[in-house]
T-cell receptor, first 116, second 115 residues
Framework: AQSVAQPEDQVNVAEGNPLTVKCTYS??????LFWYVQYPNRGLQFLLK??????LVKGSYGFEAEFNKSQTSFHLKKPSALVSDSALYFC??????????????FGTGTKLQVIP | DGGITQSPKYLFRKEGQNVTLSCEQN?????MYWYRQDPGQGLRLIYY???????QKGDIAEGYSVSREKKESFPLTVTSAQKNPTAFYLC??????????????FGPGTRLLVL
């Protein structure tokens, strides 16, 4: 079984301040982890992913995420928040099953509100 | 302009009616997926297809059906057996068969409402 937890339904941050959106995961074997962003009434857009290697992953729009194996976490970060970053953020974990099927489990999402 | 298109943007269903949501991709991807999004529940997998003429049930397939007759198309039918169909439906695709974790590319979604 695999699961993702996003403990905060909403995160508020002032424009220009650093932001963190939290994610913890549970999966057997090596984790493959993703962050996606969703703007209102739109589909999800890929931000970044962790497969292996460097624990700090850099992605689109200045976002990065830190993989911590001991804490089973994959928190999303950005040094300086923009109002345009306001959106719904999803963490996801992926595992390959027999037959080559990639099962992806999404978290419940965290709404990020950047205050001008 | 490459990507995934979904139509219609809004769809209204009457009691006892079957409705079909369209999903088309021109990314030449083998794998396609249908998700249902409800507030506070994240995305839940309805069906997936790894290749043409093959598809598998996801976590919440009851009341839904799909077909995959062409590589670029993966329509979803919401049948009258689905008692609570009101949701935002998202179609996605990935390259498929890479043997590794694949980024999924999402369409803009269809919002289904019950009259």
């Amino acid at each position: 079984a695999q699961s993702v937890a996003q403990p905060e339904d909403q995160v508020n941050v002032a424009e220009g301040n650093p932001l963190t959106v939290k994610c913890t995961y549970s999966v057997s074997g090596n984790p493959y982890l993703f962050w996606y962003v969703q703007y209102p009434n739109r589909g999800l857009q890929f931000l970044l992913k962790y497969i292996t290697g460097d624990n700090l992953v850099k992605g689109s729009y200045g976002f990065e995420a830190e993989f911590n194996k001991s804490q089973t976490s994959f928190h999303l970060k950005k040094p300086s928040a923009l109002v345009s970053d306001s959106a719904l953020y999803f963490c996801a974990v992926s595992r390959l099953h027999s037959g080559g099927y990639q099962k992806v489990t999404f978290g419940t999402g965290t709404k990020l509100q950047v205050i001008p | 302009d490459g990507g995934i298109t979904q139509s219609p943007k809004y769809l209204f269903r009457k009691e006892g009616q079957n409705v079909t949501l369209s999903c088309e991709q021109n990314l030449n991807h083998d794998a396609m997926y249908w998700y249902r999004q409800d507030p506070g529940q994240g995305l839940r997998l309805i069906y997936y297809s790894q290749i043409v003429n093959d598809f598998q049930k996801g976590d919440i397939a009851e009341g839904y059906s799909v077909s995959r007759e062409k590589k670029e198309s993966f329509p979803l039918t919401v049948t009258s057996a689905q008692k609570n169909p009101t949701a935002f439906y998202l179609c996605a695709s990935s390259i498929g068969g890479s043997g590794g974790p694949e980024t999924q590319y999402f369409g803009p979604g269809t919002r289904l409402l019950v009259l």
